[in-house]
């Protein structure tokens, strides 16, 4: 396991049960770990945790805060977007379990695990946090300031005629034979 896998691990068996605070930082080096992401990128985001660890649960508070970035839907130039949620986890250890099972706001954790992997936790959440659709953001005038050359394109009219579709000959025929039967 590489380093940069161990610093998004959450080691809680050898907290005693109570409140613990932990602090991450996603920045670039994160990006590492999920090189087929084009979703975001150069994200500056703190995930601040608070734990409350009980004999078989694990309550989990996520609080991020930040920005990363992704390319603007209409002129593809880097954008900026906020990163800003909370999420609530709750974690069970179970005796049966193999291996971790997340179900939405709830996950089910091998007893004998000593640790949880929330780097693709993280990753899921910065994706979800990217707007539907990113723009780069407006001038005073209240206009794009997207890349002008860009925005040239959409103004090019199109070489496509917009005209009816020609009607396979196959299918007049069938509508004719449709017809006949019919009288």
Known sequence: MTKKKLEYRLPFSSLEDGVHIFEFTIGQDF??????????????????LELVKSDRLMEMRFRFEG?????????????????????????KLSSEATEVVEEDEFWTVPEKDSSLDLAPYFHEILVLSRPMQLFCPENEKGEPTCDPKMLAYYD??????????????RWAALAGLRDKMED
């Open 31 to 48: 990006m590492e770990l999920f090189p087929e992401t084009d979703v975001f990128f150069a994200p500056q985001v703190r995930v601040d």
């Open 156 to 169: 090019q009219p199109s070489d496509i005629e917009e005209s009816e579709p020609e009607t396979d000959p």
């Open 67 to 91: 920005v990363a970035k992704s390319l603007c839907d209409r002129c593809l130039r880097e954008v900026e977007f906020p990163v800003r949620t909370e999420e609530k986890v709750v974690a």
